[in-house]
């Protein structure tokens, strides 16, 4: 029985999460277009395999934070997205110097490919999504390439956190680029979900949580808002792409 509301609960809070990121139920035409397109882009070859490689960080040297966002804050970007009428906005981030980058789902959910632009820290260039390498809905990720070389990126967490360790949040919550804030892994709600206490909010789905060694561990997917002051956000486990890789 305990299981079961647990499970309940997190399925609420994702509605929540996608409702405040303002993106609407896509009809049925649309999800099957989107779904050819993604299956196209992710055709298995030498070269996407190659691009594919990412960097583990070495968990040796505690950083502060003016250090971890003068070294990446400039690896995590804006998205721009639009349903034909209207436009969102949310984050997204580098993991490897090849324009391989991570988002949430929800965040892209109903934009054609071609449809979305990608605002680099200092940039005024709107760059696009030029391949899809997986995406989820239920675990709300998407990877996938932007059409940029030579970019700089965050490495990847070895390890999941734990409750108390310290993690760092950067993203465009309403539109303010590369905001950081700060704060501790709360609680693990499931397997590859975490509750955080550093600030979030809108536009910062899809946006890097970071741990004091300088390494990605999360996905910054939402913040539950029940009228209080709690402080109640969510991350997504950077695990949850480890699998699709190399």
């Known amino acids: 029985m305990k299981k079961y509301i647990i499970i ?9 999460c996608a409702r405040r990121s303002g993106h ?12 050819e397109i993604v299956s196209r882009l992710s055709n298995d070859d030498v070269s996407v395999h190659e691009d594919l490689r990412i960097e583990y960080g070495d968990d040796d040297e505690v950083l502060d934070g003016k250090t971890i966002f003068r070294k990446y804050g400039n690896a995590v970007f804006m998205v ?13 981030f580098f993991i490897n110097s090849h324009g391989l980058a991570v988002s949430n789902y929800h965040v892209l959910k109903g934009t054609a490919i071609g449809a979305e632009q990608i605002k680099l820290v200092g940039s005024d260039t709107a760059f696009k999504v030029t391949r899809v390498v997986r995406s989820d809905e239920k675990e709300d990720f998407i990877i996938f390439f932007v059409n940029v070389d030579d970019t700089p990126f965050i490495p990847i967490a070895k390890q999941k956190p734990s409750v108390g360790d310290k993690v760092y949040a950067i993203g465009s919550p309403r539109g303010l680029e590369n905001t950081f804030s700060s704060g501790e892994v709360s609680q693990w709600r499931d397997t590859n979900l975490m509750q955080i206490n550093a600030l979030i909010d809108h536009g910062s789905s899809g946006g890097a949580l970071i741990n004091e060694y300088g390494e ?31």
């Not at 721009?80 to 949310?90: K, S, V």
Request: aromatic residues 12%; proline residues 2%.
């Open 8 to 16: 309940v609960l997190i399925c609420t809070m994702f509605v929540s």
């Open 24 to 35: 609407k139920k896509q009809n049925r035409q649309m999800a099957s277009e989107k779904r």
């Open 80 to 92: 721009f997205t639009t349903d034909g009428t209207n436009t969102y906005q949310g984050s997204g």
């Open 216 to 246: 990605v561990v999360g996905v910054t997917s939402g913040t539950f808002y029940d009228g209080s002051q709690a402080n109640l956000n969510y991350a997504w486990s950077i695990d949850v792409i480890k699998p699709y890789l190399k």
